[in-house]
């Protein structure tokens, strides 16, 4: 889930390979690491949920990351969106890498993984450098799983306050990807702190632009119910949905399809710290943290937008 911080900055973005330590194939002496799964043959080009069995089972992924499966649905979402083993993928905004340990060992033997992230010689101040740092860390330490991943580096603007946090954020530029190369570019959970940053434009129009003709844009994002003021729910980390279509139009997407595959209905939206207070979150530590359990994670859309052909 994402965080409350305000995410991006006046950016120039450059894609940097990083310093893999080669196609071994074993982490160590006695732990072996999967091949990798088999790409599509010409006649089975459709994404299937269990084309991800094996890699959700891989043992890198931490007991606490796979508890979230169940709320997440990578399998089923990963498949809807069309991820193919050796699709040329952008991954917006990775956050802590949930989706990224996935996707690196899914893509490794045939595709490519570009995650974005922020400038490792930022701010410390900023909580993206911190984190970047240390996904940028794990990708490296551990090649043999997660194969040659690529990075788009965001170069943070940010403007200090006096009390010496971040007091804004700006994005001025952003390219992920050489036009038109991309088959899918991902946001897990983001659009909302784009949206607050007046960024969502930006964003959307980078994903268009880094994607191939008849390339797949998945978007999802904490819902909103519909009708709702996004400039409030924004706040709280919720959109509604037809909030995203229409930006996603705007910068010249077409939507093919949606998903209830991250519904939830025990969602009420009505939260103290807004989609914070829920799992895994839980911003309000304790206090009614019972309650925050039984609801679950956040109610979800999930959108399927494709670049037109012509």
């Known amino acids: 889930m994402s965080t409350r911080t305000p995410l991006s900055k006046s950016i120039r973005v450059s894609l940097v390979s990083l310093a893999l330590l080669g196609a071994c194939k074993t982490t160590s002496a006695d732990t072996a690491v999967p091949e990798g799964p088999t790409p599509a043959t010409p006649s089975d080009r459709v994404a299937k949920p269990e084309d991800f069995a094996a890699v959700l089972a891989m043992p890198h992924r931490t007991a606490e990351n796979r508890s979230r499966d169940a709320s ?23 956050g802590g890498g949930w989706y990224t340990e996935i996707l690196a060992p899914y893509l490794r033997n045939d595709g490519k993984l570009t995650v974005t992230v922020f400038d490792p010689a930022g701010p410390e101040a900023y909580y993206g450098t ?39 954020t700006t994005i001025e530029a952003l390219t992920l990807a050489p036009d038109g190369t991309a088959d899918v570019v991902l946001t897990f959970r983001n659009s909302h702190g784009w949206y607050r940053n007046g960024a ?19 978007v999802e994002q904490h819902r909103a119910a519909e009708g709702a003021d996004p400039a409030k729910t924004a706040e709280g980390g ?7 279509i229409e930006a996603a139009k705007a910068a010249g997407f077409e939507l093919l399809e949606r998903s209830e ?8 939206k009505d939260h103290p710290d807004g989609v914070w207070s829920l799992p895994p979150s839980f911003s309000g530590g304790d206090k009614d943290k019972a309650k925050f359990e039984a609801i679950g994670e956040s109610d979800r859309m999930t959108l399927k937008f494709v670049k037109p052909k012509a």
């Open 200 to 218: 969502l434009p930006l964003v959307y129009g980078a994903a268009f632009r880094a994607l191939k003709p008849g390339g797949i844009f998945g």
């Open 238 to 244: 919720y959109l509604p949905e037809a909030t995203v």
């Open 72 to 94: 997440r649905h990578p399998a089923e979402t990963l498949a809807f969106f069309g991820v193919l083993p050796d699709s040329k993928v952008v991954e917006l905004w990775p």
């Open 130 to 168: 911190a984190q970047s740092k240390k996904l940028l860390e794990r990708l490296g330490a551990d090649a043999a799983t997660f194969g040659a991943v690529e990075t788009a580096t965001v170069i943070q603007k940010v403007e200090m306050g006096p009390d010496g946090k971040v007091a804004k």
């Open 261 to 268: 595959i991250n519904a939830n209905p025990k969602d009420t």
